[in-house]
């Protein structure tokens, strides 16, 4: 494999998460070519020093890496096809895709030479924004990790690599389960003590500094009691990975009835709003009105 001793990077997909993901690569010195469905969100990034491309073949040509963040496996599959990067490029594929889905993508980069790295991330907006994600990556990481140390870098905190491509995404789904269900007691104890005639900021109070405190709590906490939810992780993503967790728990033989519950929570959430890509997860409060 023939690469630049600074690698170039083709971001394609340049939302929320995608374009700080681009602007920590930019930060950090590295040749960032953009693409995004919308274009005028990938344009936005050339103020940061990137090449905003409208067509995603555009933007992959001579790139030593595609780094994918878009919604979920068929989107990834239907923009990595479409873009044909060469054979022998990296494929970065950081969308969360579920077991099925990385299963595709497996498929999919034999199909076309590309070589592999499942590396989906933990954090949201802010980590995105400030390079601090964790990584999680799988694939062959004695053949790629010279290449993509600067890449990934640029965008973690920290990197685990994980063994065979589709592990990353396996424990992806296993971290989110974890999100989700915090999330989801966070909301239900908001909403209960509204309910019940108490300040939510009561109850923080109580479990502030307890065995049990978790940060996450003083953050979504008085967002949700605020009915105020910035968009940090998306609600309609958060259905979208709720139902990828249930699928995997049915794989790996564990009953989904606590899953299943924050995903029908989350849904009658999502109904609530007009748009909900535009809410935050935090938004899953309205599921319990």
């Known amino acids: ?9 083709a971001v394609l997909g340049t939302g929320t998460m995608g374009a700080g993901m681009a602007r920590s690569l930019l930060r950090a010195g590295l040749p960032v ?47 990595v096809r479409q873009a044909a990067p060469a054979p022998g490029t990296v494929w970065l594929q950081t ?113 502030e500094g307890g065995a049990v405190d978790t940060p996450y709590a003083h953050l979504k906490g008085p967002q949700m009691a605020a009915g105020e939810f910035p968009v940090s992780f998306a609600l309609t993503g958060a259905v979208k990975d709720a139902r990828l967790i249930v699928a995997a728990l049915g794989e790996a033989g564990v009953q989904d009835r606590l899953t299943a519950a924050v995903l029908d929570t989350l849904t009658a959430a999502a109904d609530s709003f007009e748009d909900p890509s535009a809410v935050d997860l935090g938004g899953i409060v309205r599921g319990l009105a």
């Open 95 to 207: 969308t969360t895709v579920g077991i099925e889905g990385a299963d595709r993508t497996v498929e999919v980069a034999r199909e076309l030479g590309l070589v592999l790295v499942d590396c989906p991330v933990l954090g949201t907006r802010q980590p995105a924004d400030t390079g601090t994600l964790v990584m999680l990556a799988s694939g062959p990481r004695a053949d790629v990790e010279e290449l993509l140390a600067p890449v990934l870098d640029a965008v973690g905190s920290r990197t685990l690599w994980l063994g065979e491509a589709g592990r990353g995404s396996r424990l992806k789904l296993v971290a989110n389960a974890w999100v989700l269900s915090v999330t989801a007691g966070i909301a239900q104890s908001v909403a209960m003590a509204q309910g019940l005639g108490l300040d939510p900021a009561d109850w923080l109070a109580a479990i």
């Open 33 to 79: 070519r953009a693409w995004n469905r919308d274009a005028a969100k990938a344009r936005v990034l050339a103020g940061d020093g990137a090449q905003a491309f409208d067509d995603a073949a555009e933007a992959v040509r001579g790139a030593d890496v595609v780094l994918t963040m878009l919604f979920d496996a068929d989107s990834a599959i239907e923009v």
């Open 1 to 9: 494999m023939t690469t630049s001793p600074t690698p170039t990077v």
